[in-house]
């Protein structure tokens, strides 16, 4: 009983904490997103699941799942190839080593809202330097700006992604190479394997777990994107950068139509748990099962 | 995204036990390599440096030449910001909301994770799942109930707690799985010890415990402190007016004065420098906690 007692003091204010402001939020916006509510008077008006056919039928939020998953499928795609690069090349024998690993973590470091708002003078469409700088090299530059076409914001967004996010990757899989067994790499060197041969038989191999954590990171965190395209373009142009969240905020703040943006943010929850088991199931596993073993 | 990327969740990936490691390694540093680590360093930096130096410059200057230097070197953008009485009601309302977020996250994160770690008692596991799928909730879920909740229910609306208690709440679950295998880490000597000495198992927590825990406690405590400092949505909804914090002034500042870019950008700069001295003063042990966290 005194055990209990005392496991009780040591985890009630974090459980309660957690349980306030975590579990019971989250359980409303399930019941909130049963009715029709726009935010005053008493939870009457009861629709069951109407407000999961609006969501689900509604263009602006498929538009959104499918820019979800652009942001998914493309941070993987650039930032996988350009954070092992980059992590391959800081962890040569180089001059500068700790400082060249602390600059690339900055962009992490900063608010994504602080990033947004350099990159949103960056790319003005007339007096930013982006633009300035392409031309100077003779690339030509879209008059509307990098973020006012819709045919091109959504890759602008992901391009500044990339650039806010790479040194997260850069540092985990930093820190994967310091595990790839260092006689393993020799042995292979004096077989007269050239360095790039060590790096693609040997070192990239061994860093598939760490590869596999940072996946599933860059995932969930690609499905919940909200600030950066907020601040951008706040879901513009002709919605062609609504994400899941910037819909749902949408929604709840400025339309005040409470069951809609709670429906929303119960299907936002059920793809990131539907794409996290599945990563689980069918990639993480190996990991686990691995160190069962 | 702010909040949840620096979740690095076991799963604890398997590995061969290294012999010998070492961080360096390979055929040396050869031109190409430093111009690789140049272009690098130009990308990333890039922007931020930019940011820095359009402080410096006037909007006429930017007009002129957008990639240029500062010609002559203006500090009245800088001036204007540091002597703007929003800009350091901001600063403090950002300092406080953090400072408690991280506060609260850190004793009740300790805590939280002491008897996770250390007691033996039915539904432990349990308890501890209970913090971890807590991982898989990302605020954006729970934002608009959690609006109601502050600002109706709870009367918090436009108040430091308001934002600092639903953040801490937030954080909660990475600093207990952080903390958890830290505290187990702790030998059983040191316990069995301090009980034989007479001290209750509570009286351990604070003598040895607490003190021991330090070096993992900063690194969740600086996490807590830098998202928080860094957070956009939550304060978005529930602050106004003077209780603005850092970003939200940011992010208004630039709609407000979008023509002033230069303004802007020592605006901007000028609120990105404290999380960023905060973190690179700590940046190692930060990333050597998250590289434990990465490799299980």
């Known amino acids: ?293 | 995204m702010t909040d949840t990327l620096p979740d690095v969740t076991p799963p604890a990936p398997a590995r061969p036990a290294p012999r010998r490691t070492t961080s360096v390694r390979g055929g040396g540093g050869s031109p190409l390599v430093y111009l690789g680590a140049l272009v690098v360093v130009a990308l990333t930096l890039g922007p931020v440096v930019y940011g820095v130096l359009g402080g410096f410059r006037s909007n006429a200057q930017l007009a002129d030449s957008p990639a240029g230097l500062p010609d002559p070197w203006l500090l009245d953008n800088y001036r204007r910001v540091l002597t703007s009485p929003t800009f350091w009601r901001y600063a403090l309302n950002s300092t406080v909301v953090a400072g408690l977020t991280t506060l609260l996250v850190v004793v009740f994160g300790l805590m939280a994770a002491y008897p996770l770690a250390r007691y033996r008692f039915p539904g432990r596991e349990a308890l501890y799942s209970v913090f971890l799928v807590g991982l898989l909730f990302p605020a954006t879920v729970a934002i608009i109930p959690l609006f109601i909740l502050v600002s109706r229910d709870l009367q918090l609306g436009n108040t430091w707690w308001g934002v600092a208690l639903p953040q801490a709440a937030f954080g909660l679950p990475m600093t207990v799985v952080i903390l958890r295998p830290f505290l187990v880490a702790i030998p059983d000597e040191l316990e069995e010890a301090a009980l034989m000495d007479g001290a209750s198992r509570i009286g351990f927590f604070f003598r040895v415990v607490v003190p021991l825990s330090a070096p993992a406690t900063i690194t969740v405590g600086v996490l807590a402190f830098v998202a928080s400092w860094n957070a956009y949505l939550l304060p978005l909804l529930l602050l106004q007016g003077d209780m603005k914090t850092l970003p939200l002034g940011v992010a208004d500042y630039s709609t407000q004065y979008s023509s002033d870019t230069a303004g802007v950008l020592a605006f901007t700069t000028l609120a990105m420098v404290p999380a960023l001295v905060f973190f690179l003063a700590v940046q190692r042990r930060i990333v050597s906690g998250l590289q434990g966290a990465v490799k299980g």
């Open chain 1, 1 to 293: 009983m005194r055990t209990a007692a005392e496991v009780l003091f040591f985890v009630s204010p974090a459980l309660a904490l957690f349980l306030l402001f975590v579990v019971w939020p989250i359980v409303k916006a399930a019941q909130f997103s049963l009715y029709r509510w726009r935010g005053f008077g008493p939870l009457s008006d009861f629709v069951g699941l109407q407000n999961y056919s609006t969501v689900l039928h509604d263009e602006v939020f498929r538009g959104a799942f499918s820019h979800n998953l652009f942001i998914v499928v493309g941070s993987i795609v650039l930032q996988l190839p350009l954070g092992l690069a980059v992590a391959l090349l800081l962890n040569r024998r180089i001059r500068g080593q700790g400082l060249l690993r602390t600059i690339v973590f900055v962009p992490y470091v900063l608010a994504e809202v602080i990033a947004a708002v350099v990159w949103l003078q960056l790319l003005q469409p007339e007096y930013g330097a982006v633009d300035s700088l392409l031309s100077g090299v003779g690339v030509p530059v879209p008059d509307q700006g990098w973020l006012g076409s819709p045919d091109r914001a959504l890759w602008t967004v992901l391009i500044v992604l990339t650039w806010k996010y790479l040194g997260l990757a850069v540092l985990l899989f930093l820190a994967g190479l310091q595990g790839v067994p260092q006689d393993v790499v020799e042995a292979a060197e004096i077989d007269g394997a050239s360095w790039w041969q060590v790096q693609r038989w040997i070192t990239v191999p061994l860093l598939g777990p760490t590869v596999r954590i940072w996946v599933f990171l860059s995932m969930i965190g690609s499905l919940q994107c909200f600030d950066m395209v907020w601040v951008l373009t706040g879901g513009g142009p002709a919605n062609s950068t609504t994400t899941m969240a910037t819909f749902l905020v949408n929604e709840g703040t400025k339309r005040h139509n409470y069951g809609i943006a709670a429906a929303a943010s119960v299907i936002l929850f059920v793809v990131a748990l539907f794409f996290a088991l599945a990563y689980q199931l069918l990639v993480l596993r190996r990991d686990t099962k691995g160190a069962a073993r």
